[in-house]
């Protein structure tokens, strides 16, 4: 699995404390892993998924940036109440989190998901 984002990235991007709690670091390291594993299926088969490449190709910057908004997206995820944001639209309705948290990213992943062609 390609290693898009780190805990400790997303610990340090979505403001935890200094010295985080346990719970806090095996939550991000979930996070991590739920965010590596879901870029890599939707790459799966292009150039930065690719096992058979060595060495393998640089990270795209933007997917690596990407990656880390997916992370605390997920990560804050359980300060979201039955999945309410706690903000509300101009109609006073409650905003929902989406349902699959790397569905922002996906237009950016997209660019990147074509197979080449050889």
């Known amino acids: 699995m390609t290693e898009w984002v780190t ?9 935890a404390p200094a010295s985080p709690s346990p719970d ?3 939550f991000a390291e979930l996070c991590a892993g739920a965010v590596n594993a879901a870029i890599d299926h939707v790459l799966e088969g292009s150039t930065w998924v690719n096992p058979l490449i060595e060495p393998p190709p640089p990270l795209p910057p933007e997917v690596v940036w990407l990656a880390s908004m997916a992370g605390i997206e997920a990560y804050k995820r359980r300060e979201a109440v ?11 309705a409650a905003i ?3 349902r699959d948290y790397i569905e922002a ?3 950016i992943l997209a660019r990147y998901a074509t197979v080449g062609i050889a």
């Open 82 to 92: 039955f999945g309410i944001t706690g903000y509300v639209d101009l109609q006073g």
């Open 7 to 15: 805990a400790a990235v997303i610990l340090t991007r979505s403001g």
């Open 96 to 98: 929902r989190v989406a």
């Open 24 to 26: 806090d670091e095996e």
């Open 105 to 107: 990213q996906r237009p």
